[in-house]
């Protein structure tokens, strides 16, 4: 059993940076690749960004690429999420994921993703 929390949320104005953390408790497995998603009101779950099990390689949604990044340290079991230039948009639930095992997955889909934290608000003000 793994537990994922995340935490770093809150009210931001348009512009503003905030950044995420999503630490891993519990029956930890070891290094494998996890994720950001988000969610709006009304909305689908959608893909945010992705990071391999060794943290050199990343992935990106393009509405979100060149103003995000991805990070995690292993050995203290923590995925982080920089988001810079914030815009209204970009409010919603965000929730961190991480698969089981290492290896090489569909880094953009829910489906890859074994657990889920509870998600953290960021609401964007504009």
């Known amino acids: 059993q793994v537990q994922l929390v995340e935490s770093g949320g809150g009210l931001v104005q348009a512009g503003g940076s905030l950044r995420l953390s999503c630490a891993a408790s519990?029956?930890?497995?070891?290094?494998?690749?996890m994720g950001w998603f988000r969610q709006a009101p009304g909305k689908d779950r959608e893909f945010v960004a992705a990071?391999?099990?060794?943290?050199?390689?990343?992935y990106y949604a393009d509405s979100v690429k060149g103003r995000f990044t991805i990070s995690r340290d292993n050995p203290k079991n923590t995925m982080y999420l920089r988001m810079n230039t914030l815009k209204p948009e970009d409010t919603a639930v965000y929730y961190c994921?991480?698969?089981?095992?290492?290896?090489?997955?569909?880094?953009?889909?829910?489906?890859?993703?074994?657990?889920w934290g509870q998600g953290t608000q960021v609401t964007v003000s504009s």
């Open positions: 990071i391999n099990w060794t943290g050199d390689i990343t």
């Open positions: 994921a991480s698969s089981r095992f290492p290896g090489t997955i569909t880094y953009s889909s829910t489906r890859a993703y074994y657990y």
């Open positions: 519990g029956r930890t497995l070891g290094s494998v690749p």
